[in-house]
């Protein structure tokens, strides 16, 4: 209950009166004669407001509606449509790319799989209908994927060292242009010295589909980590201490700004954008909601930052973080065996969270305050060291990379 095939569409049968059916069929003939003398541009709108897991539905009803909703036309009337609530994808098996997406209005789970990755560990990032993959291993391998019509673009190798120790993905979608931005930063060891790490930033444009490096420069008591996220012009990232400095936190933000012409390989600028957390977290999770930056973390003890006591979400106001939720102890409980480490991203006004070891997925709005959980998962957990991940993203027609 609850889940439904994205592939597949069945009806319901139920036994019906003779007086119902002859009132069904009369219903029919009238709706397909109304059909025949709607012209394409008028179909075209009315069925473009429908949901899009509806718009798969009716292109198998004939091959009149399939050719509307397969046009470019129908695609511009798209976007003029108000987006979707933001989906969320559940890996499901960590061998293959396979899994469920949440659909949060109907309260649903669509069966569904990714062809455009091999694993679920890979480094996934997404904006405006448009999801960046980058493989785990050789972190050269980037794609910019409409998980939704399956069209999908391979990118070249970003520049900068073959092997890095810790690597961070993130992407940015610009609608009004057309184009997109996918930045990578990553972190090396200098050799012989655990304090200092060797940090670079690698930025893509699809405009002119090329990479630069932006930035070159080595940290003293600090390295990189995998969480970063673009947000109003600028990309920001988490770094972690690594013991040579008196960091009251082991983690730290920097806002490196992406429009203001810095120049490259320029000494200082890093920590010159250096924001403390607002309290000791276990980990914490970056996210662009409507260009405000969110950072979703867990709360340590003070005593022992490595247990984690609560999870709270954050927005960045300047320089200074305001607490806008704080999950309350049902719910937190509710998610079981909670390990420091969880899953979390949001787009638009949703932010999702979920424990590794469980398909449990809760959601919190971010304007109304509510938190709830989803609809149960269709896939149960079969086996203790069974993990589940996943992403967040907006489910679009008619973008494409």
């Keep these: 209950e609850g889940t439904t095939s994205w592939s597949s569409n069945h009806l319901e049968n139920s036994s019906i009166s003779e007086l119902d059916a002859d009132m069904m069929i009369h219903k029919e003939v009238l709706a397909v004669a109304v059909d025949l003398i709607l012209p394409d541009d008028l179909l075209e709108r009315i069925l473009g407001y429908l949901p899009i897991a509806s718009i798969f539905r009716v292109g198998s009803v004939c091959k009149r509606w399939n050719d509307v909703v397969s046009s470019k036309r129908f695609l511009w009337y798209r976007a003029d449509v108000p987006p979707e609530k933001p989906w969320y994808f559940m890996f499901t098996s960590s061998d293959e790319p396979l899994g469920y997406a949440y659909n949060p209005i109907p309260k649903k789970w669509y069966s569904f799989d990714l062809p455009f990755i091999k694993t679920s560990n890979w480094f996934i990032a997404s904006s405006a209908g448009l999801v960046c993959f980058m493989d785990n291993d050789s972190r050269s391998r980037l794609c910019v994927c409409n998980p939704i019509t399956r069209s999908c673009r391979d990118l070249d190798e970003p520049p900068g060292p073959k092997s890095s120790d810790y690597s961070a993905l993130g992407f940015s979608v610009d609608r009004s242009k057309n184009e997109y931005s996918v930045s990578v930063v990553k972190s090396k060891q200098v050799p012989g010295n655990f304090f200092q790490w060797e940090l670079s930033i690698h930025l893509y444009d699809s405009g002119s589909g090329s990479w630069i490096t932006s930035l070159t420069e080595v940290l003293s008591g600090w390295r990189g980590g995998d969480e970063s996220v673009i947000c109003g012009g600028a990309l920001h990232f988490l770094i972690f201490s690594t013991g040579g400095t008196a960091a009251e936190n082991r983690h730290a933000l920097i806002r490196y700004d992406l429009t203001g012409g810095t120049v490259p390989h320029q000494v200082g600028v890093l920590m010159e954008s250096f924001i403390p957390v607002p309290c000791s977290l276990t980990c914490g999770r970056l996210m662009n909601l409507n260009e405000m930056l969110i950072m ?106």
């Design 296 to 401: 979703v973390g867990g709360r340590g003890k003070s005593d022992r930052p490595d247990i984690i006591v609560g999870i709270s979400i954050w927005s960045l106001r300047g320089r200074e973080w305001e607490e806008i939720g704080r999950m309350p102890h049902k719910y937190f409980q509710g998610f079981g065996e909670l390990d420091e480490v969880f899953a979390s991203s949001g787009s638009d006004d949703l932010i999702y969270i979920h424990s590794y070891g469980a398909p449990a997925l809760l959601v919190f709005d971010v304007y109304q305050k509510q938190w709830k959980w989803s609809q149960k998962c269709p896939v149960p957990k079969r086996f203790p060291l069974q993990l589940f991940t996943g992403f967040c993203f907006q489910p679009r027609l008619e973008i494409s990379p």
